[in-house]
């Protein structure tokens, strides 16, 4: 079983839909992570979460502590939100390295 | 752009041959990753150093492999011998000590024919 589960693998939504990624984690961590990665290899980092929610613009990041689980939502999405979004973990005691999920696929529809 | 940059971005090699990649990470950051994504995966780790210390290495790291980071700038990743299997999109980033927050550089693309 991997360390960080995400769900779904793959979404497919049509534009202003509401999208939820989630993910779940198996191993104590410092902090979550959710990356953004285009076409071409480029990642981006979006949020670093230890605890509670955080909001940029139409996305929202929240993570539960105890249920080690977190959730990715982009609100009235966009074509131009079409991209792969990873989950990834980090500790303090591991050298903050990342552990990453294996990806959510997003394609939104016009 | 995130200040991270690698090169190439793209390599394609024969089996057999060596390879090197280069990472220039944000220049006040201390600490310097590789990973390696395959296609259709999340990016494993690979190594970190710590200024020119290589702290950790990944038991995918296989003896082929070799990175140093010498005066604790750039850091190079060597690949001898490469096999059909190291295709791959290997990513650098770097960070603060203190930060988790890592920068990631667009990544080399790897075919080994």
């Known amino acids: 079983k991997n360390e960080v589960e995400q769900s779904p693998q793959n979404l497919t939504a049509q534009e202003g839909e509401f999208i939820t990624i989630n993910c779940s984690y198996s191993v104590g961590i410092s902090a979550l992570h959710w990356l953004q990665q285009h076409p071409g290899g480029g990642i981006v980092s979006l949020f670093m979460l230890s605890s509670g929610k955080k909001k940029h613009g139409r996305l929202i990041a929240t993570i539960n502590i105890q249920e080690k689980h977190s959730s990715l939502h982009i609100t009235a999405s966009h074509p131009r939100d079409s991209a792969v979004y990873i989950c990834a973990v980090s500790s303090r005691a591991a050298g903050n390295k990342l552990t990453f999920g294996g990806g959510t696929r997003v394609l939104v529809k016009p | ?113």
């Open chain 2, 1 to 113: 752009d995130t200040g991270v940059s690698q090169d190439p971005r793209h390599k394609i090699t024969k089996r057999g041959q060596n390879v090197t990649f280069r990472c220039d990470p944000i220049s006040e950051h201390n600490r310097l990753y590789w990973y390696r994504q395959t296609l259709g995966q999340g990016p494993e780790f690979l190594t970190y150093f710590q200024n020119e210390a290589q702290l950790e290495k990944s038991r995918l790291l296989s003896d082929r492999f070799s990175a140093e980071r010498p005066k604790g700038s750039f850091s190079t990743l060597e690949i001898q011998r490469t096999e059909q299997g190291d295709s791959a999109m290997y990513l650098c980033a770097s960070s603060l000590v203190r930060a988790e927050k890592l920068f990631f550089g667009s990544g080399t693309q790897l075919s080994v024919l």
